[in-house]
């Protein structure tokens, strides 16, 4: 009789339940293991999986993860290149892929990634077939739009990353500009998440405050106060970080598990996420924007309308125009 025989006696006859918050996430690179560490450090799963191809570093990740068990409220913590260890997940996170060199576009990514989409996303719906596709890596849009297609899940279970981080940066600089927490400065960045992003100036507001009801030349030429150079510095943020320090990687990881925390917890929380947009803000073509969207266990179950001024939805038709650019010459 073995010590642990001795120790402990099984008492339950039937199968053991399983996962229940079951994450995956594919790609152990920067962003990866940040999303990774960011949804263990909140509690959100009861089993994390990771997949990568570089099955030395995969080993490595997530060794060093269970080594951390004591202090996480995780039990099980898994890894393998082969997908089988994914299954019956809850979100998969999806941040493989080509990384963004210094100075390049999202835009450039694409057609890398995209074919190595073309490996993943069956392997995925093969083994979770109920699960929500979360879509992290560049170009995000475009490649939400790519994972919806080959995955043949319905909209609202392939969802992109999109513009939360924008979002985020943003509510960032507003609050160090006026000495306010984040949380506290209310303001929405929606459309592609890259160059064409589009700032909402008239929704930007604090206690309910509008901001350009005060200033009403804010985020337009001749502001004094330059509020444009907000949406500047959130647009040049992610090349400013991989130029200094060569990746992304806290940030977009916080975002995930954000994202992960309103899904897995049923919050219905509105967050600014890339979705299919085709019949809104008058964008004619099948591209995945991102616009406010209502997150639950179900995934993206409702878009909010936003009230636009003339020229922001004009914007927003550009940002499709130019995502829709680049999608039709993809080869799926």
Not at 163 to 186: Q, V, W, Y
Not at 222 to 239: F, I, L, M, P, R
């Amino acid at each position: 009789m073995s010590t642990k025989d001795k120790l402990i006696s099984h008492v339950m006859k039937e199968e053991p339940v399983g996962s229940r918050s079951k994450v995956t996430v594919v790609g152990v690179g920067m962003v990866g293991m940040a999303s990774a560490i960011s949804v263990l450090l909140k509690d959100l799963c009861d089993e994390l999986a990771l997949v990568d191809v570089m099955e030395e570093k995969l080993k490595g990740e997530v060794m060093d993860l269970q080594h951390g068990s004591l202090f996480l409220k995780t039990h099980k913590i898994v890894a393998d290149k082969d997908y089988s260890v994914t299954a019956n997940s809850k979100v998969v996170v999806v941040t493989a892929g080509a990384r963004q060199q210094e100075g390049e576009s999202r835009l450039n990514l694409v057609q890398r990634n995209v074919n190595i989409f073309k490996f993943i996303i069956p392997n995925i719906v093969k083994y979770s077939p109920n699960c929500i596709i979360m879509v992290v890596s560049n170009p995000v849009d475009i490649l939400t739009y790519v994972a919806w297609k080959l995955s043949g899940f319905p909209r609202h279970r392939v969802i992109g990353s999109g513009t939360n981080l924008d979002s985020a940066r943003f509510r960032h600089l507003m609050g160090e500009k006026l000495n306010i927490h984040p949380s506290s400065c209310h303001g929405w960045i929606v459309g592609e998440h890259g160059d064409s992003s589009v700032p909402v100036w008239s929704g930007v507001n604090v206690a309910g405050v509008s901001l350009q009801g005060l200033n009403p030349k804010m985020g337009v030429e001749g502001d004094s106060e330059n509020w444009k150079a907000v949406h500047k510095q959130v647009v040049d943020g992610a090349y400013e970080v991989i130029r200094l320090k060569g990746y992304t990687s806290w940030a977009i990881g916080m975002s995930v598990a954000d994202l992960v925390e309103s899904i897995i917890k049923n919050l219905h929380k509105v967050h600014p996420v890339s979705t299919l947009v085709q019949g809104m803000h008058g964008v004619k073509d099948e591209v995945f924007m991102s616009i406010p969207c209502v997150l639950g266990n179900s995934g993206l179950t409702d878009v909010i309308h936003m009230t636009l001024k003339a020229e922001e939805e004009k914007q927003l038709v550009t940002s499709a125009e130019t995502l829709w650019g680049v999608q039709k010459e993809l080869t799926l």
